[in-house]
DNA sequence: TCCTCAGATCGAACTTCTTCGATATGTTCC
DNA sequence: GGAACATATCGAAGAAGTTCGATCTGAGGA
């Protein structure tokens, strides 16, 4: 359940609690600055578009965890150049990763990145 | 912990699990519908602009947990339209409540809001 | 080497968002 | 009722996002 660095962009801000008792969520707690805010913005605005919650789910629940572009262009019913630009926007976000094998570039969520951003928003109290 | 509907949209999404075992976060356990998708989305593009962010952050973080619009427009450095303008888009997501009080205008962070929507994207097995 | 296929990037049209000044609404006080 | 104040709404300008067809890149196979 714990947290490693990797590329998104919110590492620093899900580090564990501050010396001020943990009583609720980092967002909740303490105004946050502006860096913090666009840091945690751009994340939420690549989640911010009904194509790019549908493409993370589809991807998230596909067998092995992983998808290619062929797989997703069907199911959102958008063009192969619009699914692709929404990918890059979501990994650019960091929450998925894209590793190529052969012909095609496979899609997985980055561990821990959903459970970084959730337990920004979530009074985990304690 | 559990959920009470309210104004939020995405409500009906947080329910407490199908019949599907539950492993993880409703978003990485199967493909979200286009309806679920769009509804999430909403919430997610109010969280997707820096502004907001902080309105939303300094509101849950002020002196008994609400704010009146001439407390934000300093802090932000924006126009009095425009912090009305974004407090609005926060109260449309379901994450801000707004309450007339005299001659002010008092939000507050709409309670449970942000659990539900971080316990949505958090794996909490079990 | 050349062809094929998966995917990324480009360029353009269209839509949506952000922001402001001006103005409308609504509340309090005289 | 009228003045003063807090906030909401309107209209417009500029910025950013969505989407597509066309094209480029890069890998695998004949």
Redesign the pocket.
């Known amino acids: 359940m714990c947290v490693m660095a990797t590329t998104l962009t919110l590492t620093d801000v899900s580090r564990p609690a501050p010396e001020s008792g943990a009583c609720c969520a980092p967002l909740v707690r303490e105004a946050a600055d502006p860096q913090t805010a666009a840091d945690l913005a751009r994340v939420f605005?690549a989640l911010?578009?009904p194509?790019?919650v549908r493409l993370l789910s589809i991807v998230a629940a596909h067998d092995g965890g992983e998808a290619?572009?062929?797989?997703l262009t069907e199911p959102v019913?958008?063009?192969?150049?619009?699914?692709?630009?929404?990918?890059?926007?979501l990994v650019d976000a960091g929450l998925l990763a894209?590793e190529?094998r052969?012909?095609?570039?496979?899609y997985s969520v980055v561990p821990g990145a959903l459970n970084r951003l959730g337990a920004l928003l979530t009074e985990a109290a304690g």
């Open positions: 605005k911010g578009d194509t790019r290619c572009v062929c797989d019913g958008l063009s192969q150049p619009t699914v692709s630009h929404h990918l890059k926007l894209r190529q052969g012909k095609w570039a496979y």
